[in-house]
């Protein structure tokens, strides 16, 4: 196995790739079905931006892991986490940041928002944010906004419901009418998922696409939903 750089500390692939979760994995373990995988693939091959909303422990980090199956071998990409978590070992050319915080004389902090900024520096074809919390989120969206292909995910339990979040993490950033960063939102994010964790079991049960945003509402297309028996399917496209 040959060595790679990872934070400084050098690891084996094999030891990269322990406890990577696969999306044939999450296919046999019910969190999708393979038409949610097939479409899923679509939008990762073709570079939309992919936004993943979920509570806690609801399986986000382990469904940006197993889509970074699907991104093409040729590009650069770039993963910005505030602690390192996600183990994308099947990517060949793959850098990783992480966020340092501020010494006992509280200087030498690297903020996410600083590295996103950075980042676009390096010449990526795709920007992995682990998860926004808060200001990052503009500089996320200007990356989106600008040619980059990305990914990332947020708290919320909906898709909605993240998209208000995402607005008022965007205020703490910078204050401008709630329009225009409305309008920003739905230029960038291409595609919306959310899932759940439902008992013991952890589930996709939505995905969305973002056309836009007109009269005040996000124009939002649902592609696929869990219905009442659990299974996700195509939902005929309603907003």
Do not use: W
């Amino acid at each position: 196995y040959k060595n790679v750089a990872v934070n400084g500390p050098t690891l084996t692939i094999r030891k990269f790739l322990e406890n990577y979760i696969s999306m044939e994995q999450l296919i046999s373990s019910g969190t999708l079905n393979r038409t949610g995988a097939q479409l899923l693939k679509k939008y990762v091959e073709s570079g939309a931006n992919i936004f993943i909303s979920g509570g806690t422990s609801s399986g986000k980090t382990t469904l940006i892991n197993a889509l970074s199956e699907y991104i093409p071998r040729n590009e650069r990409v770039i993963v910005i986490e505030d602690s390192a978590e996600l183990k994308l070992g099947k990517i060949e050319n793959l850098v990783q940041l992480e966020c340092r915080n501020s010494n006992s004389t509280g200087k030498g902090e690297v903020s996410l928002s600083t590295l996103i900024k950075n980042s676009l520096r390096m010449r990526p074809d795709r920007i992995i944010i682990g998860e926004v919390r808060g200001e990052e989120v503009f500089h996320m969206l200007q990356a989106m906004n600008t040619g980059h292909s990305g990914m990332s995910t947020g708290h919320a339990n909906s898709i909605e419901g993240m998209l208000k979040r995402l607005e008022t993490m965007y205020l703490m950033a910078v204050s401008i009418d709630i329009n225009a960063i409305r309008k920003q939102i739905a230029d960038a994010i291409d595609v919306m998922i959310h899932v759940e964790k439902i008992g013991s079991k952890r589930s996709i049960v939505e995905i969305s696409e973002i056309l836009g945003y007109e009269g005040g509402e996000y124009i939002i297309k649902r592609i696929m939903k869990m219905n009442a028996d659990n299974i996700l399917e195509f939902s005929g496209g309603e907003s």
